[in-house]
């Protein structure tokens, strides 16, 4: 059984006041059963921490431990500091900051060594969409960025499928396509060392909101989101994990 998982990522955003005003509003999550994770700026980890309702995590980290790497996140800082996961691979990171396959497998690897959760983002453009290439390049990402796991990792490694046409443009996949992205992806994990694929979590991100998020929860392979936008607000996350129910 694969548990829901929720998974804000905060991007940019949030000052502290509104990291407490968020919290003020999200009140206690007993009720609810799926798991409610956040990645917000790495400024505000510590402040989350205090917070025993969601898990926190980072939204990147470097590919070292420590050394000469101006602006990097440690990952072994992260997880002294206690955060619980990282995302590699976002898209944004990919585009704008040129992260290749390469450098995305080492930060995979290195997150994983410190006993982090890796939330490892994989997708297409709507060019590679239009042009059928949907399957070539997830399996290209998910082969290149998750070399040399081993069975030691098995359970470590969430993947969040994230078209990136859908990603903060209100068109979200239909709940068919990401389905079938989602089984693609599955099928891809079973060669793939380090990876049970039928108790992979795999999350659906792009355009997810708290009236869209049951039908896309609703297929057989999406175990939960990756939510950017609904999930700034503490009434939509808590109306996102309700919804998950
Ligand atoms: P939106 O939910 O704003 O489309 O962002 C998705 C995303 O990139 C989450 O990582």
Same mark, same amino acid.
């Given at each position: 059984?694969?548990?829901?998982?929720?998974? #804000?990522?905060?991007?940019?955003?949030?000052?502290?006041? $509104?990291?407490?005003?968020?919290?003020? $509003?999200? #009140?206690?999550?007993?009720?609810?059963?799926?798991?409610?994770?956040?990645?917000?700026?790495?400024?505000?980890?510590?402040?989350?921490?205090?917070?025993?309702?969601?898990?926190?995590?980072?939204?990147?980290?470097?590919?070292?431990?420590?050394?000469?790497? /101006?602006?990097?996140?440690?990952?072994?800082?992260?997880?002294?500091?206690?955060?619980?996961? /990282?995302?590699? %691979?976002?898209?944004?990171?990919?585009?704008?900051?040129?992260?290749?396959?390469?450098?995305?497998?080492?930060?995979?690897?290195?997150?994983?060594?410190?006993?982090?959760?890796?939330?490892?983002?994989?997708?297409?453009?709507?060019?590679?969409?239009?042009?059928?290439?949907?399957?070539?390049?997830?399996?290209?990402?998910?082969?290149?960025?998750?070399? #040399?796991?081993?069975?030691?990792?098995? %359970?470590?490694?969430?993947?969040?499928? $994230?078209?990136?046409?859908?990603?903060?443009?209100?068109?979200?996949?239909?709940?068919?396509?990401?389905?079938?992205?989602?089984?693609?992806?599955?099928?891809?994990?079973?060669?793939?060392?380090?990876?049970?694929?039928?108790?992979?979590?795999?999350?659906? %991100?792009?355009?997810?909101?708290?009236?869209?998020?049951?039908?896309?929860?609703?297929?057989?392979?999406?175990?939960?989101?990756?939510?950017?936008?609904?999930?700034?607000? %503490?009434?939509?996350?808590?109306?996102?994990? /309700?919804?998950?129910?």
């Amino acid at each position: 059984m694969r548990q829901v998982h929720i998974v #804000g990522n905060w991007k940019m955003n949030q000052t502290t006041s $509104e990291v407490d005003t968020f919290f003020k $509003e999200l #009140g206690d999550l007993s009720e609810v059963s799926a798991q409610a994770w956040i990645a917000p700026q790495a400024i505000h980890l510590d402040r989350l921490l205090k917070f025993p309702q969601i898990k926190c995590g980072a939204q990147n980290c470097a590919q070292n431990d420590s050394g000469a790497f /101006t602006g990097e996140l440690s990952p072994k800082s992260l997880k002294d500091i206690g955060a619980h996961f /990282t995302l590699v %691979g976002h898209s944004e990171r990919r585009s704008i900051y040129k992260e290749s396959d390469e450098l995305l497998n080492a930060k995979t690897l290195k997150a994983l060594e410190n006993d982090l959760v890796v939330i490892f983002c994989v997708g297409e453009t709507l060019e590679q969409r239009e042009a059928n290439q949907v399957e070539t390049v997830l399996k290209s990402q998910l082969e290149n960025g998750l070399r #040399g796991l081993n069975s030691t990792h098995i %359970g470590k490694v969430i993947i969040a499928y $994230e078209p990136v046409w859908a990603i903060g443009t209100g068109k979200v996949a239909t709940p068919e396509q990401a389905q079938q992205a989602h089984k693609y992806t599955r099928s891809v994990l079973e060669s793939i060392d380090g990876f049970s694929a039928q108790e992979t979590i795999i999350l659906y %991100g792009g355009s997810v909101k708290p009236d869209n998020i049951k039908g896309l929860l609703s297929n057989e392979d999406i175990d939960g989101a990756l939510v950017g936008g609904a999930s700034l607000k %503490g009434q939509s996350f808590k109306d996102l994990c /309700t919804q998950a129910q």
